[in-house]
């Protein structure tokens, strides 16, 4: 979490920790989500230099500081300083216009008044900018918020709303923006992970997988790893080895690696073909709207 100059933020809050909260807010949006499993490492200064957790630092180093961290990826968050201003919209009054369908309903006569009122609002832009760098490969996402966020007042109420209400919903709005565009959408599939094998030394391989993929801290990753081993120990023939190594490159998008893995699984002898069968289908029918959406 890279922090800004306060000099706005004190003139509005005074000692509030409203900037403090930045990176919780966004925490709290990935974590809905519930692709990613996030953790703050700033808290992990004692061990590493601060240097290594600015964007430069993250960057260059990912790798060894994925590795010592056990992260996957890093998520940098930085912002400019904040933006407020007011100004007033025509907006729709619901209860107005409801009362002049009833009043033209009954033939009642008076005036209900204007169906749109002039409403106060207060416009706040809180820049930030995030960059999501995978540990393995250094590939990095970038998103950037720069549209204000409107908070209107009461209908009718041509006064500026209040600042730290306004603030509160934008950086909610804000921090959705940036989970939105670096969070994949989560999709859940029943998928099967497979932990016996005729051989004992694989079905070893393929349990300390599944306790890596299911266990206090997850890592689909490491589970992974084991995948392969065991995979490379049956020299191929363990269509457990090859299905497990199917959903994982199935969970990070690797559809074309997926759907070989299922392929291979359906080839080994003894293997659950027609679960192999479906689990190809369905990565074809996931591959084939991603492609319609990019």
Known sequence: MQKPDKGLWQQIFGESSFVDQMPSQVFAAFDKEGYYKLIDVSKRADIM???AFTLSGLTKGQAKLGKLLNAEAFLHIGYQKPYTECGVESKFDAGAAAAKAISIATGAKGDTGPVNKPTGFRAVL?????????????????????????H??????????????????ALEDASNQIKDRLSPKVKTEEIKIFVKDENPDVADLLKEGLEEASGETPSMKKAFENWKKADAK????????????GAYYFS????????????????????????FREMRKKVEATAAVDTTEK
């Open 49 to 51: 230099n601060e240097q």
């Open 126 to 150: 809180i820049p930030l900018d995030a960059t999501l760098i995978n540990t393995e490969t250094g590939a990095t996402m970038k998103s950037v918020v720069s549209k204000p966020f409107k």
């Open 152 to 169: 209107f007042g009461d209908i009718g109420i041509t006064s500026c709303p209040g600042v730290l209400e306004s603030f509160g919903e």
């Open 234 to 245: 049956a020299k191929g023939q363990s269509a457990g080895a090859l299905s497990n190594m």
């Open 252 to 275: 990070i998008g690797d559809f074309d690696n997926a759907i070989k893995s299922f392929e291979k699984a359906m080839a080994v002898k003894g293997g659950d073909k027609s679960y």
